[in-house]
C-alpha cells in the first residue's frame, strides 16, 4: 500500500450533520487546524454541493460562497475543493466558486448518470481546474457497471474518480471489488468516501486501501451525513501505524477534532438505529435527519420509512420522498 | 363552418415528434395533422406516420416551407434547429409551438398565460418540470403572494435522452425563471432529480412555496386542486399524490409557514411509456396549446368571412 492523498470533508459532509449552519468563524478555525495539520485537500460547501442552499435539502446560514472565500483565505498550503452536483448545481455557480477561490471540483452524480457531468468536467478543466468525479450510491450497482460510468467521467476529464458509499451500506469486500474495477479500468487515480452506517466507515477505507485506492476522504470527529464519515484523525493514526503516512500531523488532528470540531457539534454521529438502518436500507446518508424530522411530525417510525424509500431505489437528493412515504404509511395505517 | 381545421406540421421525427403524432390523430379537435417532417429519411416516426396514412418527409423545415397551407408547426427537434427554423416560420408567418429550449417566443403554460400570446408568433413550452409545476405555483401566488418557490422534479433515468443528459443546467434555470415570471413566485428555484430505478419510476414532483405572509390554507388548498382538475383536462394522469401539506420551516425569512405539493404524472403511453409522464405532460401541452391556436385562427377566419 502507498500513502493515499487524504481530503476532508467535515466543511462539506459536516454540514448535513449541523444543518447547514456553519459560520466563517467555524471555517477560519477548522482550515487553519487541517491546514496547519498537513491535510492537503479541504472541501467546503453546502452538504448538498453548490447550490443546495434550498427547502429541499435545509437553507444555508451562511452564503456558501462567503465559506469558500474564507477557508481560501484562511489555507497557507491546503487547497480548497468544492462539490457540485449537476441537476442543483450548475456552471454558474461553478464559476462564481473559482472565482471566490475553489481549486479543486469534485462533480457528484448518481452512479448511474455520469453522463450528465459533462458539461460541468468541460468547464471545470477550462477554468484549469483539478477535478474529482464521485460516483454516488456505489453500493447499487456492480464493479463492472461502475467502472464503465467512471471511464466516462475519465473520459471528460477527470482527475480522480471516487467509488462513493454514500449509504454506508457496503461491506469491506464491496468497497475493495468496486475500487478494485476502477483502478482495472481508469489511467487515472481512483478514491473512496465512506459512510459510517454500518460501523465500516474505516474498515472500508483500509479494504479500498489495499484495493489500490489512491485517494480517501475524511470528516474531524466523523462529522458528517448519517452515522457520519470515517474521522480524519483516526485515518491519520490508522495510515500512520500501517507506515503510510502521507505526511498528516496525527496528535494535531486529534486536537482538531477535539478542540475545534466537537464543541461545535449539535451531536455525534453514530451508528444509531436510525442511522444503521441508512446502512441496513441502502439509502442516502443525509435522509437522516429529515426521516427523524418527518417521522416526529407524522408520528412515523423513521425506520419503516428508511426501508421503504430504499426498496423504492431512491437515490441521492430525494429527501421530498420521505413526506410522501411517511403519509402513505399514515394512511395505511389508518386504513 | 364548424368542421373546419387548421392544417399543422411536426417537425422532429424522433420520441417526443411520433408521441405528438399520435396525440394529435389521437384527438384532433380543430387540427389537422398534414405532415410529420424528420431528416433521417430511416427514422421509426417517419415510417410510423406513413402507415398511419400522415404525409412524411425527411426533408426537415424544407418540406414544412413547401406547403403554404401549414399553419401551425410545433417544433420537436433541438435548440439549435429551432433557432434556424423559428426565423423561416417566422418569415412565412406559421405559428411555431416550440418544444425545445430555444425560447425564442414567449413561454407558455396552458391554463395560466396561454390566452395573453395568442397573437404571438412563436411560443416555448419551457420545461417537463415547468409545465408541470408553474401551474401549481400560479395555483398558490394568485391566491397569496409567493415569496419562494422551489421544486425538485424526479424523472426516470431511462425518460431522460442525450438532450437533456448534456444540458442539465438548461433545465434548471429555464424552469426556475418560469416559475417566476409565469408561477408568479418573487425568486423560483429548481432542481433536477434522475432515478435509474427497474421498473421505471412514474414522473414526480414536488413543489414548495413559501406565502410572503399569512395566507388561508383552505383557499390555497381548493385553488391548488381546482388547478389539478384544469392540468387533467389535457394531461389525463396529473395527478397529487397526498394532499398539499402546510408545516413551518426555517427559511432565510425567518420561521415561515411552507406549502408542499406531491405530485405525479403519468403518462398517456401513446407511443412514449407510461412512465415517462415528462415527455407527456410537453406533447400533451403542445397538442392543447396548438389546439388553442387552431380554434383561434378559425374563429378570426369566420369573423373575416
Redesign the interface.
Known amino acids: 500500500m502507498k500513502a493515499p492523498r487524504l481530503t476532508d470533508t467535515t466543511l462539506r459532509d459536516g454540514s448535513h450533520a449541523m444543518r447547514h449552519t456553519f459560520t466563517r468563524q467555524h471555517v477560519r478555525d477548522i482550515v487553519t487546524a487541517l491546514d496547519r495539520a498537513g491535510v492537503p485537500v479541504i472541501e467546503v460547501t453546502h452538504g448538498d454541493g453548490l447550490a443546495g442552499s ?3 435539502y435545509g ?1 444555508s446560514l451562511t452564503p456558501e460562497l462567503d465559506l469558500i472565500a474564507e477557508a481560501r483565505a484562511a489555507a497557507e498550503r491546503a487547497r480548497i475543493a468544492a462539490l457540485l452536483l ?3 448545481g ?3 455557480e461553478l464559476k462564481a466558486a473559482v472565482e471566490r477561490g475553489v481549486q479543486v471540483l469534485r462533480i457528484a452524480t ?1 452512479c ?2 455520469a ?2 457531468s ?2 460541468h468536467f468541460k468547464m471545470a478543466k477550462d477554468m484549469g481546474l483539478e477535478t474529482v468525479g464521485f460516483l454516488m450510491m456505489s453500493h ?1 450497482r456492480p464493479p463492472e457497471f461502475l467502472a464503465e460510468q467512471a471511464a466516462l467521467m475519465e473520459s471528460y476529464g477527470a482527475d480522480c474518480v471516487y467509488v462513493v458509499d454514500s449509504a454506508g451500506a457496503m461491506l469491506p469486500h464491496d468497497a475493495a471489488a468496486r475500487v478494485r474495477a476502477l483502478k482495472a479500468a481508469l489511467r487515472v487515480q481512483v478514491g473512496f468516501h465512506a459512510h459510517n452506517n454500518l460501523g465500516l466507515g474505516i474498515g472500508n477505507t483500509l479494504a479500498a486501501l489495499e484495493a489500490g485506492a489512491d485517494q480517501i476522504d475524511g470528516c474531524l470527529r466523523g462529522l458528517g451525513a448519517g452515522a457520519g464519515n470515517a474521522a480524519t484523525e483516526l485515518l491519520a493514526a490508522v495510515l500512520d501505524r500501517l507506515g503510510i503516512n502521507p505526511g498528516l500531523d496525527v496528535l494535531a488532528l486529534m486536537d482538531a477534532a477535539e478542540y475545534v470540531v466537537a464543541p461545535i457539534m449539535p451531536f455525534q454521529p453514530f451508528p444509531d438505529r436510525d442511522a444503521i438502518t441508512i446502512g441496513y436500507a441502502g439509502v442516502y446518508s443525509t435522509f437522516l435527519l429529515h426521516a427523524k424530522r418527518v417521522g416526529e ?1 407524522l408520528g412515523v417510525d423513521p425506520r419503516a420509512i428508511l426501508i421503504e424509500l430504499g426498496r ?7 429527501e ?2 420521505i ?2 412515504v411517511a ?2 404509511l399514515v394512511r395505511k395505517r389508518g386504513g | 363552418m364548424g368542421d373546419e381545421t387548421i392544417k399543422v406540421a411536426i417537425l422532429g421525427s424522433g420520441n417526443i415528434g411520433t408521441d405528438l403524432m399520435y396525440k394529435i390523430l389521437d384527438c384532433p379537435g380543430s387540427m389537422e395533422l398534414a405532415l410529420l417532417a424528420g431528416i433521417d429519411p430511416h427514422s421509426e416516426g417517419l415510417a410510423r406516420a406513413r402507415a398511419l396514412g400522415v404525409a412524411a418527409s425527411a426533408q426537415g423545415i424544407d418540406a414544412v416551407l413547401e406547403h403554404p397551407e401549414i399553419q401551425i408547426v410545433f417544433d420537436a427537434t433541438s435548440a439549435r434547429a429551432h433557432v434556424r427554423h423559428a426565423k423561416l416560420l417566422r418569415e412565412t408567418g406559421r405559428i411555431a409551438i416550440d418544444l425545445t429550449p430555444a425560447a425564442r417566443g414567449p413561454y407558455v403554460v396552458p391554463p395560466v398565460n396561454l390566452r395573453q400570446h395568442l397573437d404571438a408568433l412563436n411560443v416555448n413550452l419551457i420545461t417537463c418540470g415547468g409545465q408541470a409545476t408553474i401551474p401549481l405555483v400560479y395555483a398558490v401566488s394568485r391566491v397569496t403572494p409567493v415569496r ?1 418557490a ?1 421544486i ?1 422534479s ?1 424523472i426516470a ?1 431511462r425518460s431522460a435522452g ?1 438532450g437533456t ?5 438548461e ?3 429555464t424552469t426556475a425563471h418560469g416559475l417566476e415570471v409565469i408561477g408568479g413566485a418573487q425568486q423560483g ?1 429548481a ?8 421498473p421505471p ?1 412514474l414522473m ?1 414532483n ?1 413543489v ?1 412555496a ?1 406565502p410572503e405572509s399569512d395566507f388561508d390554507p383552505a383557499q390555497v388548498r381548493e385553488s391548488i386542486e381546482s388547478m389539478v382538475a384544469e392540468v387533467q383536462q389535457y394531461v389525463p394522469g396529473y395527478r397529487l ?2 394532499p398539499p ?1 402546510f ?1 413551518m ?4 425569512w425567518g420561521r415561515k409557514p ?1 406549502v ?1 405539493v ?1 405530485l405525479e404524472v403519468e403518462g398517456a403511453g401513446h407511443f412514449l411509456p407510461p412512465y415517462a409522464g415528462n415527455l407527456d405532460i410537453m406533447t400533451a401541452s403542445a397538442r392543447r396549446v396548438g389546439e388553442v391556436f387552431a380554434q383561434h385562427l378559425l374563429s378570426r377566419r369566420e369573423v373575416l368571412v
Do not use: C, H
Not at chain 1, 312 to 318: I, L, Y
Not at chain 2, 165 to 169: F, G, V
Open positions: 434550498s427547502l429541499q437553507f449537476p441537476g442543483i450548475t456552471r454558474r448518481q448511474t448518470e453522463d450528465i459533462e458539461e447499487m411530525q423504492r431505489q431512491t437515490v441521492a437528493g430525494q421530498d420522498w413526506l410522501d403519509l402513505e | 419562494y422551489e425538485v424526479t433515468s442525450p443528459r448534456q444540458n442539465i443546467d433545465f434548471t434555470f428555484k432542481i433536477i432529480i434522475l432515478n435509474p430505478a427497474e419510476i414526480r414536488t414548495y413559501i399524490k397526498n401539506v408545516d420551516r426555517d427559511t432565510p411552507v408542499t406531491l
